[in-house]
């Protein structure tokens, strides 16, 4: 262990007391401290300072090398010998490839991006805002003597231990290297990665099938998972925050085939509900390894349901006849204008319970455990009653286990870059949802009835 007399001298109290050397840096007396474990993230910063210091004494030989070579160049670039002209090149040429070598090559313009990509990791996050607070209260520097020493001296230990560990990486990598695996696997081995991504259902898509900000939340969520899937690694995680009462079988059945694509490429997935994710809802949910959620969330409602209104009494009441003409025994089963016969209600209710039952079954696979005679009588339970009939595997909030996925990881939150408007734009959206909004209500009144496009706007709901 070094003397006191090694150690740095932060403020000018700690250099007048360097004869008097503590108890706690006495070999004799005092233990070594104990191991420390490094995460993968301590580690992978640590090397980055270390890489850093010495990219600045590259950038800074490289500068003067060339500087002089220019000089040289300048100054004797008319004598007779090429000596000179020659020194003046070799130099200049030296110290370019220095300074570019010891760049951190951050400059380079990346293409148009679709993703808006932020880092939440505390530790950068919070660093700038924690500085001010620490200036605000004065405590950006210890004032007693004794306690800037001691705050050196574990500082001090700190970066030994630090270092240590770096060190012992590094002959890691070497040995993997060697052992002939690759580059790319060590470096996402070393610095695994967390992504994290939102699904959230707008109340003006409720019930409302194939709508155009249903369509676009969709399409969204299909390039995210794609994304990630693009980037990721074995080493890497994925959290998903959910937040939905439901919606039509088609829409929340291709979003959970979405989330199944990065358990099927062997992404750990963990689900998180801070308010709710009841039926298609939940449906997405179980698709995860984990599901976590706050005790007053909103849970399950394993069920399905439709519902239209039937208007042929008024037909008949005002001698208005309802034409139908259909190819196919089931091509149409109930419409809210045709009179309802007992063969087509019985085919209605058994689509429905066809739907409830693969809808069971999805759940079953991802969880096992459950008692789906229990779980699947279409009842929302409260986060903190689900994890007691095993909904849920764990109560904590989205912010919870992200900081737990901080102190291990690079959690990186992925999210659709805002794309600016102008006017023309704005009004040209505006129009866009009016009509979607139209359209949608003259399908529904037309068009219930249909087994494809039919059974969506029937409303067979999670």
């Known amino acids: 262990m070094a003397s006191s007399s090694e150690a740095p001298k932060p403020e000018e109290e700690t250099q007048t007391d ?13 233990p070594p401290p104990k191991d420390r474990t490094f995460s993968q993230r301590e580690l992978y910063q640590a090397g980055r300072r270390i890489n850093e210091g010495s990219n600045k004494v590259k950038q800074g030989l490289g500068a003067t090398l060339a500087l002089g070579g220019t000089g040289i160049l300048v100054w004797h670039h008319w004598a007779a010998l090429a000596t000179f002209n020659c020194l003046g090149a070799g130099l200049l040429a030296l110290g370019a490839a220095l300074a570019r070598s010891g760049g951190s090559g951050r400059g380079e313009k990346p293409g148009q991006a679709k993703f808006k990509l932020r880092l939440l990791n505390n530790s950068d996050r919070w660093k700038t805002d924690a500085q001010a607070l620490d200036a605000l209260l004065g405590m950006d520097a210890f004032q007693q003597k004794d306690l800037a020493k001691a705050a050196a001296q574990a500082e001090k230990k700190e970066q030994q231990l630090l270092k240590e560990a770096v060190k012992k990486q590094s002959e890691d990598v070497k040995e993997a290297l060697k052992a002939g695996e690759d580059a790319a696997a060590i470096q996402a081995r ?10 959230s259902s707008g109340s003006l898509d409720a019930g409302v099938p194939g709508s155009k900000n249903m369509k676009k939340r969709l399409e969204d969520f299909q390039d995210t998972v794609s994304f990630i899937l693009h980037c990721a690694t074995e080493h890497d995680e994925a959290v998903v925050r959910i937040t939905s009462p439901g919606g039509a079988v088609i829409d929340y059945g291709f979003a959970s085939a979405q989330l199944m694509r990065l358990r099927q490429r062997g992404l750990k997935l963990t689900a998180c509900v801070d308010k709710v994710a009841a039926s298609g809802g939940y449906m ?16 399950g409602s394993i069920g399905v349901l439709a519902a239209l209104p039937n208007f042929n009494k008024v037909l008949r009441r005002y001698e208005v006849d309802w034409l139908q003409f259909t190819g196919g025994r089931y091509k149409r089963t109930v419409d809210p204008l045709s009179e309802p016969t007992e063969e087509g209600i019985e085919k209605m209710k058994q689509e429905i319970n066809t739907i409830h039952d693969a809808f069971k079954g999805m759940v079953l696979k991802q969880r096992t455990h459950l008692d789906m005679d229990e779980v699947a009588t ?7 009653e689900g994890k ?13 286990v992200l900081e737990e996925r901080m102190e291990v990881s690079d959690v990186i939150e992925v999210s659709f870059a805002e794309k600016k408007r102008g006017l023309r734009e704005l009004l040209e959206g505006k129009m866009e949802a009016a009509e979607s909004i139209v359209t949608d209500c003259w399908e529904r009144a037309t068009s219930l009835g249909r087994r494809g496009a039919a059974v969506e706007l029937k409303d067979p709901q999670f």
């Open 284 to 299: 997405m949910a179980c698709t995860a390894d984990t599901i976590v959620a706050t005790p007053f969330s909103l849970v």
């Open 378 to 384: 279409g009842e929302a339970f409260l986060g903190a």
């Open 388 to 400: 007691e009939r095993g909904l849920v595997d764990r109560l904590a909030t989205s912010d919870e």
């Open 18 to 30: 360097q004869a008097e050397e503590p108890k706690s840096e006495d070999p004799k007396s005092d």
């Open 190 to 199: 070393l610095r695994p990665r967390t992504f994290v991504f939102d699904f």
